[in-house]
T-cell receptor
């Protein structure tokens, strides 16, 4: 069975510092994708970053980077130079192999990040 | 602008009533999904659809129904059989790797 685990219910970080949000996953699929989403208090899900299981380089998107350690089955999100606007809920998600042509996605329980001024 | 539109933003249901949440996308995506989110929780999959007139149950389909008569539209009906419908509902679509989400509908019981 596929599973995403986020063990940090809440995190604090000082403005301008870096923060790492943890995510571990479990899957028997050889091909899969890992995602991070940001959910502000308004509720919308904002796509941040994607890592494919065959990608050798860690994904980066501006201040976001994904620390992908395949052997450890971890896909931690690193936010550099935190800003007050980064305060939100962050979800790790995984897309497994397609079944009948359709991908299913599973989500972790999220980490609430609060950036302190 | 291309995107996913969910309506209404807020919805109230009376006991014993069915309500329908709308989801429309103009991204030309094949796959569409409905998720339920409870306070402080992650997203749980209700139903998903890869093509018109075909859809599959997700992990928590009981008490819900969907239709996919057009590629652009994937409405979700919360039936009276769903005894605890109060939640935030998110619709998504995808092509290849990434899912795109609508802004969600908050459903409450009167």
């Amino acid at each position: 069975a596929q599973k995403i685990t986020q063990t940090q219910p809440g995190m604090f970080v000082q403005e301008k510092e870096a923060v790492t949000l943890d995510c571990t996953y479990d899957t028997s699929d050889q091909s899969y994708g890992l995602f991070w989403y940001k959910q502000p208090s308004s509720g919308e899900m904002i796509f941040l970053i994607y890592q494919g299981s065959y990608d050798e380089q860690n994904a980066t998107e501006g201040r976001y980077s994904l620390n992908f350690q395949k052997a450890r089955k971890s896909a931690n999100l690193v936010i550099s130079a935190s800003q007050l606007g980064d305060s939100a809920m962050y979800f790790c998600a995984m897309r497994g192999a397609a079944t009948s042509g359709t991908y299913k996605y599973i989500f972790g329980t999220g980490t609430r990040l609060k950036v302190l001024a | 602008d291309g995107g996913i539109t969910q309506s209404p933003k807020y919805l109230f249901r009376k006991e014993g009533q069915n309500v329908t949440l709308s989801c429309e996308q103009n991204l030309n995506h094949d796959a569409m999904y409905w998720y339920r989110q409870d306070p402080g929780q992650g997203l749980r999959l209700i139903y998903y659809s890869q093509i018109v007139n075909d859809f599959q149950k997700g992990d928590i389909a009981e008490g819900y129904s969907v239709s996919r008569e057009k590629k652009e539209s994937f409405p979700l009906t919360v039936t009276s059989a769903q005894k605890n419908p109060t939640a935030f509902y998110l619709c998504a679509s995808s092509i290849r790797a990434t899912q795109h989400f609508g802004d969600g509908t908050r459903l409450s019981i009167l």
